[in-house]
T-cell receptor, first 115, second 114 residues
Framework: DTGVSQNPRHKITKRGQNVTFRCDPISEHNRLYWYRQTLGQGPEFLTYFQNEAQLEKSRLLSDRFSAERPKGSFSTLEIQRTEQGDSAMYLC?????????????FGPGTRLTVL | KQEVTQIPAALSVPEGENLVLNCSFTDSAIYNLQWFRQDPGKGLTSLLLIQSSQREQTSGRLNASLDKSSGRSTLYIAASQPGDSATYLCAVPPFSGGYNKLIFGAGTRLAVHP
C-alpha cells in the first residue's frame, strides 16, 4: 500500500489549453474525492465517486470540468479551455468505507499554473 | 450551510511551548471532525478524527477535543518542536448534503522556531 498517488505533480499550461490529471487511490478504497485548494485557503470539494459512479458534484465544477472513474479504480480530472482562475492545487483523496464516514487519505496533489 | 473557521490564521512560537489551535463550525449536525496537517506544497496528512459521540482524541503530543453543542474543537500540541511547523486544517463532513465531502477551514499556519 503506497498511498494515494497523483500525476503529474506540477503542470504549467497556457490559457485555453486542456489538461488532464490522474489519481490512483489506495487499492480497494471504493470512495474517491477531488478537491481544489487555492493559496491560503482550505481545500474545496469538487466531486465524489463511489466505485465508478459519480454521486455528487459541487457547483464549483463548471461545464469545463469533467471527472471520470471508469473501472472504479483510478480517476481522471480534465479541465477544458483552462483559465487563469483555474490555477490551484488539485487534491485527490480516497476512503474505504461503504457507508458512514471514515478518514480520507489524501494524495500529494497536482499544482496547476495557467499562464 | 456549514462554515468552518480557524483561529488564529498564523502562529509563531519558540520551541517547547504548548499550543492551542481553534476550530469553530456553524452547524452542530456533524458526523465527526478531523484535523489534518499540510506541509508547504504537499498533500494533507490526517492527524486525528473525533466521532460526534466522542469528546476527545489523543495521539502522541496531540490532543483534540470536540464540543458539538458550542460548535468548537481545539487541537492541543504539547512541547512544540520545529518539525511541527506546518499548516493545520480542521474539517467536518456535514449531515446535510451527505457525508461524501469535507468542509475545511482555511487553516492555521504554525511556525515553531528553535
Amino acid at each position: 500500500d503506497t498511498g494515494v498517488s497523483q500525476n503529474p505533480r506540477h503542470k504549467i499550461t497556457k490559457r485555453g489549453q486542456n489538461v488532464t490529471f490522474r489519481c490512483d487511490p489506495i487499492s480497494e478504497h471504493n470512495r474517491l474525492y477531488w478537491y481544489r485548494q487555492t493559496l491560503g485557503q482550505g481545500p474545496e470539494f469538487l466531486t465524489y465517486f463511489q466505485n465508478e459512479a459519480q454521486l455528487e458534484k459541487s457547483r464549483l465544477l463548471s461545464d469545463r470540468f469533467s471527472a471520470e472513474r471508469p473501472k472504479g479504480s483510478f480517476s481522471t480530472l480534465e479541465i477544458q479551455r483552462t483559465e487563469q482562475g483555474d490555477s490551484a492545487m488539485y487534491l485527490c483523496a480516497s476512503s474505504p468505507r461503504q457507508g458512514g464516514t471514515d478518514t480520507q487519505y489524501f494524495g500529494p496533489g497536482t499544482r496547476l499554473t495557467v499562464l | 450551510k456549514q462554515e468552518v473557521t480557524q483561529i488564529p490564521a498564523a502562529l509563531s512560537v519558540p520551541e517547547g511551548e504548548n499550543l492551542v489551535l481553534n476550530c469553530s463550525f456553524t452547524d452542530s449536525a456533524i458526523y465527526n471532525l478531523q484535523w489534518f496537517r499540510q506541509d508547504p506544497g504537499k498533500g494533507l496528512t490526517s492527524l486525528l478524527l473525533i466521532q460526534s459521540s466522542q469528546r476527545e482524541q489523543t495521539s502522541g503530543r496531540l490532543n483534540a477535543s470536540l464540543d458539538k453543542s458550542s460548535g468548537r474543537s481545539t487541537l492541543y500540541i504539547a512541547a512544540s518542536q520545529p518539525g511541527d511547523s506546518a499548516t493545520y486544517l480542521c474539517a467536518v463532513p456535514p449531515f446535510s448534503g451527505g457525508y461524501n465531502k469535507l468542509i475545511f477551514g482555511a487553516g492555521t499556519r504554525l511556525a515553531v522556531h528553535p
